[in-house]
C-alpha cells in the first residue's frame, strides 16, 4: 500500500507537473504576448512622440507666421495711418500754399502800383518861380522884374529853400 500511495502521490505529482508545465507554458506564451503587446505600445508610443514633436514644431513655426503676419498687419496699419496723415499734410501744405501764391500775387499788384506811384511822384515836377537879383553885392527878391522861371523837383526846392533861408536873415 505503501507502494501504491506512493504511486498514486507520484502520479499526481505527475499530474501536477504536467498541469504546472502547460501552466508555465500559458503563461510564457501570456507573457511573450504581454511583452509583445508592451513592444508595440513602445513602439506606438514612440511613434505618438515622434508625431507630438512634429505637431509641436508645425505650431512653433505657425506661431512665428502668426507672429510674422501680426507683424506685417501692424505695419500695414501704420502705413495706411501714415498715408492718411500725409495726405491731411499734403492737403493743409495744398490750402496754404494756393494762399501763399494769393498774397504773393497781391504783393506784386501793390508793388507795382506802389512803384508806379513812386515814378509819378519822382517825374512829377513842381514849378515855381524865383526871382533874383543881383545888386552890388547883396541879393534882394523882386516881385515884377527878372524873373527866371525854372522846373524844379521837390528835391531841389527844398534846396533852394535851405540855401535861401540864411539869406533873408
Not at 501680426?70 to 494756393?98: G, H, M, P, R, V
Request: hydrophobic share 30%; with cysteine; charged share 30%.
Amino acid at each position: 500500500m505503501q507502494i501504491n500511495t506512493l504511486q498514486q502521490t507520484i502520479s499526481n505529482l505527475k499530474n501536477d507537473l504536467l498541469l504546472n508545465s502547460q501552466l508555465i507554458e500559458k503563461l510564457q506564451r501570456e507573457n511573450g504576448q504581454l511583452r509583445s503587446d508592451i513592444q508595440s505600445y513602445i513602439d506606438k508610443c514612440n511613434d505618438k512622440d515622434e508625431y507630438i514633436a512634429k505637431l509641436e514644431q508645425e505650431i512653433s513655426e505657425l506661431n512665428q507666421h502668426v507672429d510674422s503676419l501680426t507683424e506685417e498687419i501692424t505695419t500695414t496699419q501704420s502705413i495706411k495711418t501714415f498715408e492718411e496723415e500725409a495726405k491731411i499734410w499734403k492737403k493743409k501744405f495744398k490750402e496754404l500754399n494756393d494762399i501763399y501764391h494769393a498774397c504773393q500775387e497781391k504783393l506784386m499788384v501793390k508793388e507795382a502800383e506802389y512803384e508806379s506811384l513812386q515814378k509819378q511822384q519822382s517825374s512829377q515836377r513842381i514849378v515855381t518861380q524865383t526871382t533874383v537879383v543881383k545888386s552890388n553885392s547883396s541879393r534882394q527878391v523882386k516881385n515884377d522884374s527878372d524873373y527866371i522861371s525854372s522846373s524844379l523837383t521837390q528835391n531841389d526846392i527844398e534846396k533852394l529853400q535851405n540855401l535861401q533861408k540864411p539869406l533873408q536873415l
